[in-house]
């Protein structure tokens, strides 16, 4: 099992937004977690991914609770937020740089195949800031391109795609499950009839 | 696409991230020199001030030289302090800091050194036209510019603390302001106390391994504070 929540409960203020929630991820399995707007989809990816405490219960990465094995868990783990981590001075490829560089991989030559793959060709040049939602999205998404985490967390992953973007996702996320890796993600799309089976969570909105 | 199994693959060298994260940080800030100018400027213009409101008879304006000289480099520094964290908790820079395979404390060091690097070193390069445009007597250059050296670190590691508390809330500039000047009182009154020890014929050694002391105290031990403030504004 390479993720596990065990009776996760986080509150806000003075509303309990979720408890006693279970999710069991293992390799090769694709999460969605659904629910209406503040019913704590996004609270429950950042309660899995460490970087807000849970209330109650705990998050076992291999077994182990993520804050024992915090840099063995980071080295497995890929978040990607509402907000994309991109810096908006930098252009496309310094970006990229960055992010494969603190994984260990350094990239020889500039990585203009892989922006080709993301849909990014010609703005390899032009900082973050001047480009479309859409494209700032792109290039951040691009990092599972080249990343060798296996269990990515995508909060919200299609906002912002056009048709082509969310299709060209669809295929990153069907390889790296055949290849052993885990994916939870939020996302209001319906994701029934894709080539892969999804695991679905469903949160309900607590008043 | 074939990849190595993630389980076999090698942890990153701490200093690797270390390198890349300063790298980073300082082809960020030459993308927005502006930035980086400003306080400098702010800095210049509060010294040339000075003389025209005080009147520019030498005596004066070289006994509160360096006081002035202090009191101003701490205010431009609270200018652009906000810089260390803001830019990155809006573009989630600073959740993905969080969340590097090496201890936040480290990353946040970096962060701490590349502060150092655009704000103090430009400082320390215009201090000796400060002093000149002060009258600072000239044998009491040395010490300033040594208080300058040492003390400099303390305002980038306590600025972390700040805007690492401060970072989420709108309007959090005045507020580290006031949570920041008064900490940095006996810096200032050490720094000063050094410079008025040399042109008294004393030496200052006591004061600048006060501000040393400070100094070494602060960079160690600022980085934990900071990671439980970033805690506390990811959220």
């Not at chain 1, 219960?57 to 024992?68: A, N, R, S, T």
């Not at chain 1, 990343?147 to 995508?154: A, C, K, N, V």
Request: aromatic share 6%; glycine share 8%.
């Amino acid at each position: 099992m390479l993720l596990q929540g065990r009776e996760l409960q986080s509150v806000r203020g003075e509303r309990v937004l979720f408890s006693n929630i279970n999710l069991d991820v293992a390799s090769g399995q694709l999460w969605q977690i659904e629910g209406p707007n503040g019913a704590g989809k996004s609270s429950l990816l950042r309660i899995l991914a460490g970087l807000l405490p849970a209330q109650q219960g705990d998050v076992l990465f291999q077994g182990e609770e993520i804050q024992q094995c915090r840099e063995r868990y980071y080295h497995d783990l890929l978040f990607i937020g509402h907000k994309s981590g991109i810096k908006p001075e930098l252009t496309a490829i310094e970006n990229l740089e960055f992010y494969a560089a603190v994984e260990g991989h350094e990239f020889s030559t500039p990585p203009y195949e892989l922006l080709a793959q993301v849909g990014l060709v010609g703005l390899e040049d032009i900082p973050a800031q001047r480009l479309s939602a859409g494209q700032q999205r792109r290039i951040a998404l691009a990092r599972l391109w080249f990343s060798q985490t296996r269990l990515w967390i995508l909060d919200e992953p299609f906002t912002a795609l056009d048709v082509d973007g969310i299709a060209m996702l669809h295929d990153r996320f069907q390889v790296h499950l055949a290849q052993g890796g885990a994916i939870i993600l939020t996302s209001h799309q319906d994701l029934q009839s894709m080539s892969y089976p999804v695991n679905r969570l469903q949160l309900r909105y607590q008043h | 696409m074939s990849k190595p199994t993630p389980n076999t693959r090698k942890p990153v060298a701490s200093g690797q991230i270390f390198r890349q994260i300063i790298r980073r940080d300082l082809r960020v800030a030459m993308r927005q020199r502006s930035d980086l100018l400003n306080p400098l400027i702010f800095l210049l213009i509060v010294i040339t001030l000075f003389p025209l409101g005080v009147g520019p008879g030498p005596d004066i304006l070289g006994r509160i030289a360096a006081g002035v000289i202090w009191v101003s480099a701490l205010l431009s520094a609270m200018l652009g302090l906000e810089r260390i964290f803001r830019d990155d908790f809006r573009d989630g820079a600073l959740e993905q800091l969080m969340l590097l395979p090496v201890a936040v404390e480290f990353s946040v060091l970096a962060k701490i050194i590349v502060h150092w690097l655009l704000t103090a070193v430009p400082v320390l390069v215009i201090t000796p036209l400060l002093a000149l445009l002060l009258n600072l007597p000239i044998q009491a250059w040395g010490v300033l510019w040594l208080t300058l050296l040492i003390g400099t670190p303390i305002l980038s590691a306590a600025g972390a603390i700040g805007v690492a508390l401060t970072v989420s809330l709108n309007k959090g500039g005045a507020l580290l302001s006031l949570l920041l000047l008064p900490l940095l009182v006996p810096l200032l009154i050490f720094a000063t106390a050094a410079v008025e020890a040399t042109l008294a014929g004393v030496s200052p050694a006591g004061p600048l391994a006060l501000i040393g002391a400070f100094s070494v105290l602060s960079v160690t031990l600022a980085p934990f504070a900071v990671k439980a403030g970033l805690r506390v504004s990811v959220n």
